[in-house]
């Protein structure tokens, strides 16, 4: 019956298509699978493939093996390869399972340095017990109480905190004596560290920015879509199928049919109700892409709305270098929040520090080609050998002129211009200021070198915006169900409904959101 699920369906109409099988749509599959309803996942990309350059951080990183071939323009035109990955599992194929909750704050008017940003029409307490779902499904690990700016939760973490390895806990312990308050991060993999011998995660260094060779990683394909696929005979998956157009009725009140193209072959599917889970950027598209006489400006779109506010986070990927070795195999343990919301010298939020995982040569040849184009591959390795390696993230504040517009012939514009240059600055600073205070030696040449790359345009890994939900229809895309204005059965189930984007890694929200959302499809469908 599996293998069957995965062919073409034999029929055209459902009770309900999935479009996009990443984190939001990936989730709200495995959640509606129970109910017996008739659900096909159409999915653009194909299955990750299991194969040894899973792990190859030159495959990965220089030579963007698994990137997607999409070319994208920036606001004045000129083109430009995004970070996209289309596949079975979404963005989550490739991320690195950090899954933080949003802040309480974060769902409530903020004001940062460069503006405001806006109250969410729901509250931290709306999504807590689905954010506590999330946590179940995807096997995170963590502490409660460690971070001052935890929110309340209704129940500890699924899984004990993953251990720090010798160098990272000497990282933590100083960051404690300087008065921080590091914590371990919320990190969703299938690891038993008291059974290692039947754990499936190995604590490997091929996990942030990797496939999972051995499928360990808390991903939507792992967690969401093969439990839906395997669980029940209802569910049926389509690859390599992308949708290019939603067709409405004539009075413009609802979705009548998919549009598919897969291998060349024009394909069409029907369903009670269909959900958009593309991503920020092709979810918009897609809305764009199917505008009609009744929907001229897109479908969704009268409020003008739809590809507007995009976000994807103030980041850099900071390499910290020292004399000092550092060992480390698993690296990303440690997450810093004690400047989220500003500290006594910045009356503003500054964001998040977390570790990525352990770069190596590799990896660093692969965010700096230019400037290591020149370095032998050896010597970026005796360098990695010393560093100590942050991820660094500031929120970006939405504006409506940062942006998707499509052309004629579809492809993505995307208009973007940073703020909170300053907050982001202000973060930085205090990272770099707290490791030269702990490791400052006597001699200038062993003072620490910082290395940092900024994320440009092409990182859309945390996208967000785009389709904002909220309760006025002239300012917003969708209802508080995540379900268009003006279509009865159009829902947007990814990271498109934030209206804001916090300083922290969407994904988790995104997962809690699906899932609240599938509890409501339930009711509606199979009242």
């Known amino acids: 019956m599996f293998e069957a699920q995965l062919q073409k369906p034999d029929r055209q109409d459902f009770d309900l298509v999935i479009i996009g099988s990443g984190a939001g749509g990936g989730t709200l599959a495995r959640v509606l699978a129970p109910t017996g309803l008739r659900i096909l996942i159409l999915e653009r990309g194909d299955w990750l493939p299991q194969e040894p350059e899973n792990w190859d951080a030159e495959a990965v990183f220089q030579k963007g093996r698994y990137v997607s071939k999409d070319i994208w323009y920036d606001g004045k035109g000129q083109p430009f390869q995004p970070g996209s990955h289309y596949f079975v599992g979404g963005a989550t194929k490739m991320y690195g399972a950090h899954h933080f909750r949003l802040r309480q704050r974060d769902f409530e008017e903020l004001e940062h340095r460069d503006g405001v940003s806006p109250a969410w029409p729901l509250r931290y307490s709306d999504f807590e017990p689905y954010y506590q779902k999330a946590e179940e499904m995807y096997h995170v690990h963590g502490l409660r109480g460690e971070d001052p700016t935890d929110p309340p939760s209704s129940a500890p973490y699924p899984h004990p905190p993953i251990s720090h390895e010798p160098r990272i806990q000497q990282l933590a312990d100083d960051l404690r004596s300087a008065g921080l308050n590091p914590f371990h991060a919320p990190s969703g993999v299938m690891l038993n560290e008291a059974n290692m011998e039947i754990s499936r995660c190995r604590r490997c260094n091929n996990c942030d920015g990797f496939p999972c060779l051995v499928h360990a990683k808390g991903d939507a394909e792992v967690c969401g879509v093969r439990p839906a696929l395997k669980e029940s005979g209802n569910v049926s998956l389509l690859t390599r199928a992308e949708v290019k157009r939603l067709v409405t009725n004539p009075e413009g009140s609802a979705v009548t049919s998919v549009e598919v193209e897969r291998d060349g072959e024009q394909l069409s599917y029907k369903a009670d109700v269909v959900v958009v889970s593309c ?52 690296q990303k343990t440690i997450s810093i929040n ?9 009356d503003y939020p500054m964001g998040n520090i977390q570790m990525t995982g352990k770069t190596r040569g590799a990896i660093m040849k692969g965010y700096a ?47 973007y211009k940073v703020n909170n240059q300053t907050s982001a600055d202000r973060l930085w600073g205090r990272l770099q200021g707290i ?19 900024a994320m440009g345009i092409a990182a859309v890994g945390h996208q967000a915006g785009t389709c904002r939900f909220g309760t006025d229809p002239a300012s917003s895309v969708l209802d508080v169900n995540c379900k268009a204005h003006e279509l009865d059965n159009l829902y947007v189930v990814d990271t498109s409904f934030f209206p804001s984007i916090g300083a922290v890694n969407p994904s988790l929200t995104a997962i809690a959101n699906a899932i609240r959302v599938g509890e409501h499809l339930t009711a509606r469908l199979k009242s």
Request: no cysteine; proline share 6%.
């Open 435 to 453: 490791l030269d205070k702990l490791y400052l030696k006597k001699h200038l040449v062993e003072r620490q070198v910082y290395i940092k790359n």
């Open 369 to 415: 080609p230019l400037e290591t184009f020149l370095v032998p591959g050896w010597t970026m390795d005796k360098i990695a050998e010393h560093a100590l390696d942050f991820w660094v993230s500031t929120e970006d504040l939405p504006d409506p002129n940062n942006r998707v517009t499509i052309d004629a012939g579809g492809h993505i514009h995307l208009n």
């Open 279 to 330: 991503g920020a950027a092709n979810s918009a598209r897609l809305l764009l892409m199917s505008a009609n006489d009744r929907h001229p400006r897109g479908l969704a779109n009268g409020s003008d709305q739809v590809g507007r506010n995009y976000m994807f986070h103030n980041s850099k990927a900071a390499v910290a270098l020292s004399h000092e070795p550092n060992p480390t195999v698993f």
């Open 338 to 346: 004690d400047w989220y919301f500003g500290d006594a010298d910045y």
